[in-house]
C-alpha cells in the first residue's frame, strides 16, 4: 500500500520526509521519492525521473511567481537506496536536497512496473508542482487519452501522471490558482485518491485532498505541519491531529491551514488527540498484521472490482485481458495452475469458470504440472495464479505451458513481479501489500477475480443480459456482506477458545465450499500448528469417519445451497459417533443449531459467490486460536511468504 508524507515548516524537509518515509515501510512498497521546494534559480537539466525538475516558472495562464524550484528524487528499490541516491552530487550545496517544504511517497504498484520513472512524485512538463498519489484513477484511461488528443506525452505508466496532466490542463487552459486546479480536475476523476501537492510558484503551501484513501493532518508547534498517509509518520512530530474525510481538500500553510469540501464549501475541523504508538499505528490498531489483513479484506475487495465492473450495464471490463478475451472466452480447455492457498483460489476457480462459461477447468499443483510434461493443445490457457508473482513452481509452470505454445496467464497482486511480467496477459488482485505469512485478503481477492474472469469468458456466450446484471449485483454487494461478517469477531475469538487445545481438526465442505474446506485447515495448521485436514464432505465415509469421536472438532460448511441436504446428512454421520461439530451456515438457518455444538452464521449471497463469505470466519478462528496457543501469527516458523526455491 502506498505511502504518504508532506511537511512544511522551518527545518530542512528533506530528513523529515525520508524519516517519515521509513516509517511507512511497514505498509510494503517497491519505489519512493521526494520533492522539496529549493530557494529560486534554474533547473538542472534532464529535469523529469532521478533528478531535480521545475524551474519555478509558470507557463500558459497560470500565474508566476518566481520563488522557488521543484528538486525531484525517485528510486525504485528501497528507501535507504533513495537516501544514498540523496546523498549525492545533486544537490546545490554538494548533496541533499535544501528546502522546508516538501512531499514524499512510497509506491505500491498498481499501474505500471516498479521503476523510477513510475515512482512518486509525478510533475507536469515544466515541474510547476509534484504531486503525490495513493489510489486508483479508475477513469484514468480515458482521461489519458483525451489529453494525449491535446499533444501531451506521458512518461510513465501510471494513473497519477494522468492526474497531474489534467491538473495542468486545467490550469494552463484557465489561469486557475493552482489549488482551484487541483479541486477543478479532481471533479473530473472517478476513483480513490489521497493526494498532496507542493508548488514551486509557492513555497509557502501544500495542498491535500481525500476521497478513498486516508489522509491526516498534523499540527505542529511553530508553524510546522505535517501531512500523512496514516499517523505514523507524523507521531514523532505532533500527536494533534486533523483527519480528512473523504471529498475534503486541504490548503496547508506555515501560519495555518484552510479545510473545504471538493465543491468550495468551508470546513470547520476538530483536532483530534493521537493516543497510538507507533507500533499500534503501522499495524493499523491491530496486534498482527494477519488480522488487519483479514480486516481490510471489504476494502480490498472493493478495489479489487474498482472500475471492472458495472452492474448497471451488466459489463465486466478487465483491461489487462482486452487483448486476449476472444481467444480466453472460446478455449477449449482452461488450466488453472497455483500453489498453496493460491491453488485453493483455483479450485474456486474451476466451478466458477465451469458454471459460468461453460468451459472446461483443470486445476494442479505448479509443482505437479512443471514436471509431468504435460499435454497442451491450442486452444488450451493457463493461467497461474500467485500472490506474490515469485512463486518458483508457478513460474516453472508458466515457462513450461509457454514452451509448450499455450497462452500463458497471471492472476498476481504484486505489480511487476517476475510471473506478472512473464505471462502473455494477465489480471492485478488490487489486494494491497500482504505481509503476514497466512495469506487471506489475497484469496478472497484472487477469488474475486476468477470470478470476473468466469463472468467475462460468460458475457455475450452463455449468460443473457439480466442474468449477468443479476450476478454482478451480487459481486458487487460482497463487500459489506464481508463488514457485516467480520463483526461477528468476537463470538469467533469465544469459539477459539473452546477449541483452542484440540489436537486434530478435520474441515468438510461441497461443492463451492469444498476449497474452502480446505483452506480452513491450511490456515489453522499453518499459524495455530495444530494438524488439520479438509476433505470433500462425501469423503469422509471413504475413510477420515474413523477419526471421529469426541476429541475431534468437525468443522462444515453448510450452507443452504445446492449441496446443503447432503451436508446436512454428513454432519448428523459425525453428531452419531459424538463428534463435536462446528457449523457455517446462512444467518437465518437455526435448523442446525441442535445438532451443533457452534454455529458461525455468514450472510446470504448466489453460491458462486460464498467461498468469499465462509472464509471469513474460518481465517477469524485460525487466527485467534494461534494467538491463543502463544504462536507467531505473521511468521509462524518454517514457512515464508514468498516461495522462490523449489
Ligand atoms: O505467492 P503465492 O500465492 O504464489 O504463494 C503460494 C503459497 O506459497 C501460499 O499461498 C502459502 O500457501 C501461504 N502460506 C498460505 O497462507
Keep these: 500500500m502506498c505511502g504518504i508524507v508532506g511537511y512544511i515548516g522551518d527545518r530542512e524537509a528533506e530528513e523529515i520526509l525520508v524519516k517519515g518515509l521509513e516509517r511507512l515501510e511497514y505498509r510494503g512498497y517497491d519505489s519512493a521519492g521526494v520533492a522539496v521546494v529549493e530557494a529560486g534559480g534554474a533547473a538542472p537539466e534532464g529535469a523529469a525521473g532521478n533528478g531535480a525538475v521545475g524551474d519555478g516558472q509558470a507557463k500558459g495562464g497560470a500565474a508566476a511567481i518566481p520563488s522557488g524550484r521543484l528538486a525531484v528524487r525517485k528510486k525504485k528499490g528501497k528507501v535507504g537506496q533513495l537516501r544514498e541516491a540523496l546523498g549525492g552530487t545533486n544537490g546545490p550545496r554538494g548533496g541533499g536536497l535544501r528546502g522546508s517544504v516538501g512531499i514524499g ?12 520513472v513510475n515512482a512518486h512524485p509525478h510533475t507536469p512538463p515544466d515541474g510547476r508542482f509534484a504531486l503525490v498519489h495513493n489510489g486508483i484513477i ?100 505532533t500527536r494533534q491531529v486533523v483527519y480528512l474525510e473523504d471529498g475534503e481538500m486541504a490548503v496547508v500553510r506555515r501560519d495555518g491551514y484552510d479545510v473545504k469540501t471538493i465543491e468550495g464549501a468551508d470546513l470547520e475541523k476538530e ?36 472500475g471492472r465492473i458495472n452492474p448497471d450495464k451488466g459489463q465486466v471490463l478487465l483491461g489487462g485481458l482486452t487483448e486476449v ?13 497455483a500453489c498453496g492457498t493460491s491453488w485453493h483460489a483455483a479450485l474456486v476457480g474451476e466451478y466458477l469458470i465451469e458454471s459460468l462459461a461453460k468451459v472446461p477447468v483443470e486445476v494442479e499443483y505448479a509443482s505437479e504440472f512443471r514436471y509431468r510434461e504435460p499435454i497442451l493443445r491450442e486452444g488450451d490457457v493457463v493461467i497461474a495464479i500467485s500472490q506474490s508473482g515469485e512463486t518458483a513452481d508457478t513460474l516453472a509452470a508458466v515457462r513450461e505451458a509457454q514452451e509448450r505454445g499455450a497462452l ?24 494491497g501489500p500482504e505481509i503476514g505469512v497466512a495469506s487471506t485478503k489475497a484469496f478472497t481477492c484472487q477469488v474475486c477475480v476468477l470470478a470476473m474472469i468466469a463472468l467475462a469468458m460468460a458475457e455475450g456466450r452463455t449468460l443473457a443480459d439480466d442474468q449477468m446484471q443479476a450476478h454482478l449485483d451480487a459481486l458487487a454487494g460482497v463487500p459489506d456482506k464481508v ?34 474446506a480446505l483452506e480452513g485447515a491450511l490456515k ?7 494438524h488439520a485436514e479438509g476433505y ?33 446428512s454428513n454432519i448428523e454421520e459425525v453428531a452419531a459417533r459424538d463428534g463435536a461439530v462446528i457449523a457455517i451456515t446462512n444467518a437465518d438457518n437455526h435448523e442446525l443449531d441442535d445438532l451443533c455444538e457452534y454455529v458461525m452464521r455468514v450472510p446470504e449471497t448466489m453460491e458462486y459467490l460464498s467461498p468469499l463469505l465462509t472464509v471469513v470466519p474460518l481465517q477469524l478462528m485460525s487466527y485467534h486460536m494461534a494467538v491463543m496457543r502463544g504462536c507467531d501469527v505473521d511468521q509462524p516458523r518454517n514457512l515464508a511468504k514468498s516461495v522462490t526455491v523449489e
Design 105 to 116: 511517497h512510497t509506491r505500491w504498484a498498481t499501474h505500471g512496473a516498479p521503476s523510477d
Design 483 to 516: 463488514r457485516t461478517e467480520l463483526k461477528r469477531d468476537e463470538e469467533v475469538a469465544d469459539l477459539a477458545k473452546v477449541y483452542r487445545y484440540a489436537a486434530n481438526f478435520l474441515y468438510l465442505g461441497r461443492g463451492y465450499n469444498f476449497p474452502v
Design 271 to 306: 483536532i483530534h488527540e493521537l493516543e497510538w504508538d507507533l507500533e499500534e499505528i503501522e499495524k493499523g490498531g491491530y496486534e498482527h498484521f494477519m488480522l488487519k489483513e483479514i480486516m481490510e479484506q471489504p476494502t480490498a475487495l472493493e478495489d479489487c472490482m474498482r
Design 536 to 568: 470433500p464432505a462425501a469423503e469422509m465415509k471413504h475413510g477420515p469417519i474413523a477419526l471421529i469421536d469426541r476429541f475431534m472438532p468437525v468443522v462444515f460448511i453448510a450452507m443452504k445451497d445446492s449441496t446443503y441436504d447432503k451436508v446436512v
Design 138 to 237: 479508475e477513469n484514468y484511461a480515458a482521461l489519458k487519452e483525451r489529453l494525449q488528443e491535446k499533444g501531451r506525452e506521458f512518461e510513465s505508466s501510471t494513473d497519477t501522471e494522468v492526474l497531474v496532466h489534467l491538473i495542468d490542463d486545467v490550469q494552463q487552459a484557465t489561469g486557475l490558482p493552482l489549488e482551484e486546479a487541483v479541486r477543478q480536475a479532481l471533479t473530473q476523476t472517478v476513483g480513490a485518491y489521497g493526494i498532496v501537492v507542493a508548488s514551486a510558484e509557492n513555497p509557502d503551501f501544500l495542498i491535500a485532498a481525500r476521497n478513498g484513501s486516508p489522509l491526516i493532518l498534523g499540527v505542529g508547534d511553530d508553524g510546522e505541519h505535517f501531512i500523512g498517509s496514516d499517523a505514523a509518520p507524523l507521531i514523532e512530530h
Design 325 to 337: 478475451m476472444d481467444r480466453l472466452g472460446s478455449a477449449d480447455r482452461v488450466i488453472l495452475v
Design 408 to 431: 500463458a496467464l497471471g492472476v498476481c497482486n504484486v505489480v511487476g513481479s517476475t510471473i506478472a511480467r512473464e505471462t502473455d496477459a494477465g489480471v492485478y488482485l488490487h489486494a
Design 524 to 530: 489453522l495448521k499453518e499459524i495455530s500448528y495444530i
